[in-house]
């Protein structure tokens, strides 16, 4: 079965870390770009972050430019997301998505999503 499993979310403090998987069965992911996304309530889904197939990162959030960093471990067929200094703002399910080839900026463009994991950030 083809599909995207993420993991790694929970609940932290302002300023906390946490770091999230997204592995992928039943394909590789060393021909594909991976994006994360996250939606927060009664907002639009959001691209943040990708990773091209060749390890070129792009980040489509300004708000997460030098807190966020992402990564991938083609043995391991996944890639993570590296969240630091995490705010209240923060809060939102994230979202792993894959697609052949560079990254894309819109969701309609990729072919693979993981279910998403809630990552809260309070006090």
């Known amino acids: 079965q083809v599909q995207l499993v993420e993991s790694g979310g929970g609940l932290v403090q302002p300023g906390g870390s946490l770091r999230l998987s997204c592995v992928a069965a039943?394909?590789?992911?060393?021909?594909?770009?991976v994006n994360w996304f996250r939606q927060a309530p009664g907002k639009e889904r959001e691209g943040i972050l990708c990773?091209?197939?060749?390890?070129?990162?792009?980040y489509y959030a300004n708000s997460v430019k030098g807190r966020f960093t992402i990564s991938r471990d083609n043995a391991k067929n996944t890639v993570y997301l590296q969240m630091n200094s995490l705010k209240p703002e923060d809060t939102a399910v994230y979202y792993c998505?894959?697609?052949?080839?560079?990254?894309?900026?819109?969701?309609?463009?990729?072919?693979?999503w993981g279910q998403g994991t809630q990552v809260t950030v309070s006090s």
């Open positions: 998505a894959a697609r052949i080839g560079n990254c894309r900026t819109s969701n309609t463009e990729y072919t693979y």
């Open positions: 039943g394909f590789t992911l060393d021909y594909y770009a």
């Open positions: 990773i091209s197939s060749s390890d070129t990162s792009t």
